[in-house]
């Protein structure tokens, strides 16, 4: 099992920074893939950005491109999500995913179908 621990969120005004954190504990040795999504009230969850472990090759849905950005430190077991240039329609509950077991895809549907989930960290961008 693995365990995700999401921190970080705040309240910021448009145009602000913030940094995510995204701590994993447990079996992290069998981590492959982790991911960072979020959701707003009446959306879909959405994908907003995912990594390979062994890799560090990241991908961003497009929106997101340009603003945010996926690290990660492997040592600490930790993912983290630089978001700039926040906008009100940022405002949202980001969530950390990550996927174990055997190498396969790392992609959102999959993260979503099969992936372990963090409990969320509220993220409002408002002036």
């Known amino acids: 099992q693995v365990q995700l621990v999401e921190s970080g969120g705040d309240s910021v005004q448009p145009g602000g920074s913030l940094r995510l954190s995204c701590a994993a504990s447990?079996?992290?040795?069998?981590?492959?893939?982790m991911a960072w999504f979020r959701q707003t009230p009446g959306r879909e969850r959405e994908g907003v950005a995912r990594?390979?472990?062994?890799?560090?090759?990241?991908y961003y849905a497009n929106s997101m491109r340009g603003r945010f950005t996926i690290s990660q430190d492997n040592a600490a077991n930790t993912v983290y999500l630089q978001m700039n240039n926040l906008k009100s329609e940022d405002t949202a509950i980001y969530y950390c995913a990550a996927l174990g077991g055997e190498k396969s895809q790392c992609n959102f549907a999959e993260l979503s179908r099969s992936g372990y989930w963090g409990q969320g960290t509220q993220v409002t961008v408002s002036s």
């Open positions: 990594i390979f472990r062994d890799t560090n090759n990241p």
């Open positions: 447990g079996y992290t040795s069998n981590i492959y893939c």
